[in-house]
T-cell receptor, first 116, second 109 residues
Framework: DTAVSQTPKYLVTQMGNDKSIKCEQN?????MYWYKQDSKKFLKIMFS???????INETVPNRFSPKSPDKAHLNLHINSLELGDSAVYFC???????????????FGAGSRLTVL | GIQVEQSPPDLILQEGANSTLRCNFS?????LQWFHQNPWGQLINLFY???GTKQNGRLSATTVATERYSLLYISSSQTTDSGVYFC???????????FGKGTKLSVIP
């Protein structure tokens, strides 16, 4: 069973479209994250949710909106896609604070978004 | 925010060789992790090591928190070790992991 699963794995779309990437974890973790990896492989955090509450919101255009319906899911919706949004988006999760291995990240396989 | 520098940026090894990757950070940390991103893009956590030394098979890591660096040792390298190795840290009171730019390792037969 995949611990952190993202869908879709690949997404090719036109500028101006709206798209979503879904993430689910079956590890029982409380905290989930979205990271963006650019073409130079640089990884940067975008958002973090702890038990459905937003705890990190980096300087990301407000065209990006995360949604966490429950602590096992964190979806990323992107409006009005731009060429610069092309990247690989990684979802990750980590155990609750105080639990052994807290803040140790488990990553999904990534979703490669290409905006034409 | 905290700065993370990794060296070298690129490394080419013959299979069987040993290597040391370095991660320097600019402030005290409460969380330091090493990750391997394989050529297919999958990110795997190797070590959670804010201080001390850990070993896992041919890999080991040491963090000297007082001197603000961590080292990842790879012994008897194999072609499957190829990929990018990332160091990521967070400071006191922060959930946010800051990643270094990575070391790209290529192991050739």
């Amino acid at each position: 069973d995949t611990a952190v699963s993202q869908t879709p794995k690949y997404l090719v779309t036109q500028m101006g479209n709206d798209k979503s990437i879904k993430c689910e974890q079956n590890l029982g973790h409380d905290t989930m994250y979205w990271y963006k990896q650019d073409s130079k492989k640089f990884l940067k955090i975008m958002f973090s949710y702890n038990n459905k509450e937003l705890i990190i919101n980096e300087t990301v255009p407000n065209r990006f909106s995360p949604k966490s319906p429950d602590k096992a899911h964190l979806n990323l919706h992107i409006n009005s896609l731009e060429l610069g949004d092309s990247a690989v988006y990684f979802c990750a999760s980590s155990p609750p604070v105080g639990v052994s291995g807290a803040n140790v990240l488990t990553f999904g396989a990534g979703s490669r978004l290409t905006v034409l | 925010g905290i700065q993370v520098e990794q060296s070298p940026p690129d490394l080419i090894l013959q299979e069987g060789a040993n290597s040391t990757l370095r991660c320097n950070f600019s402030d005290s940390v409460n969380n330091l992790q090493w990750f391997h991103q394989n050529p297919w893009g999958q990110l795997i956590n190797l070590f959670y090591i804010p201080s001390g030394t850990k070993q896992n098979g041919r890999l080991s890591a040491t963090t000297v928190a007082t001197e603000r660096y961590s080292l990842l040792y790879i012994s008897s390298s194999q072609t499957t070790d190829s990929g990018v190795y990332f160091c990521a840290v967070s400071g006191a009171g922060s959930y946010q992991l800051t990643f270094g730019k990575g070391t790209k390792l290529s192991v050739i037969p």
